[in-house]
DNA sequence: ACTGTAATTGAAACTCATTCTCATTTAGAA
DNA sequence: TTCTAAATGAGAATGAGTTTCAATTACAGT
């Protein structure tokens, strides 16, 4: 985790007048703490393993601001609750999600950035964001059902 | 709503051992009764105000049955309960979702799709299903907003 | 047409993710 | 150090959807 980004983080906080809490920064640190794709409880309960416990009242908070924020992004990937990830390293990217292992695949693409874009022109729609998830079966999966 | 469709559905009911009851025929009418995208509680609504009332959990259960056999779509337009539309006339196509006003607009586009199966061969991907949603603001919402 | 029975239904209880409430604590400006 | 608005935690509340189960019903077999 870099130490730039969390002084970037302190400096959101602060010039949003917003305080800059222990749980805060413990949040901050666990979504940092790795490049997976995670929900709300999976934070919770890996920081109380780690005893550093906060509310989960605190981390559903604490991530929507992170998202305000763009430090965390959501992430569709067809599951019941809410999935995130944090922007580190990725640019924009979409996701191919194995329905039988979970596995997550990344990826962009310019050819459908472009053609979306073209579409909308044609719908003289404006655009501000998309959401691009296609479902399948990973290459093991598909190998080990035969 | 077509006649043959109906018939289909009956079919569909008895070649698959479930029984063709009131309250199925009832919502699957409903459902074929607009183009439109609904919840399964528009649905629930709408019949209790045209005294066809069902249970809620009847509507789910039907609403299910349908997918699973063509009859209907789950769609996600980034609402927090499930949205679905009949699959009537027409044929696979993705979303323009308007934040502002809501105003669905429907698209689909052969190089999007060819893309998509690029990228999945590229990642050794079996697609079976996909969702692209563009999200953004629709030519009266643009011009209204200034 | 009548029966028997497994499928279906409705009502209400339940689940689960997320949000809200509110009394208590605390960061940080003065 | 003091003061106060912001933040926190615990738990209640919400809302979409699912499950349970006793009562009803479609319909296959007679
Ligand atoms: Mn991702
Ligand atoms: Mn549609
Ligand atoms: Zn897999
Ligand atoms: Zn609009």
């Known amino acids: 985790m870099d130490k730039t980004l ?19 920064l413990l949040i901050f640190k666990e979504v940092y703490s790795s490049s997976e794709h995670f929900d709300a409880d999976e934070i919770y309960f890996r920081m109380r393993r780690e005893k550093k416990a906060v509310s989960r009242a605190t981390v559903y908070r604490t991530l929507d601001l992170l998202v305000e924020n763009g430090f965390v992004s959501r992430v569709n990937v067809g599951a019941s609750q809410v999935h995130f990830e944090n922007t580190l390293a990725q640019e924009h990217h979409e996701h191919l999600v ?28 404006f655009p501000t964001k998309h959401n691009l998830i296609i479902f399948g079966l990973c290459d093991k999966c598909r190998k080990r059902n035969n």
């Open 98 to 125: 194995c329905t039988q292992c979970g596995k997550i695949i990344e990826f962009s693409d310019k050819v459908i950035e472009k053609q979306q874009n073209l579409i909308c022109e044609e719908h003289d729609f």
């Open 6 to 24: 969390l002084e970037k983080f302190k400096d959101t906080l602060h010039t949003n007048g917003m305080k800059c809490t222990p749980a805060r």
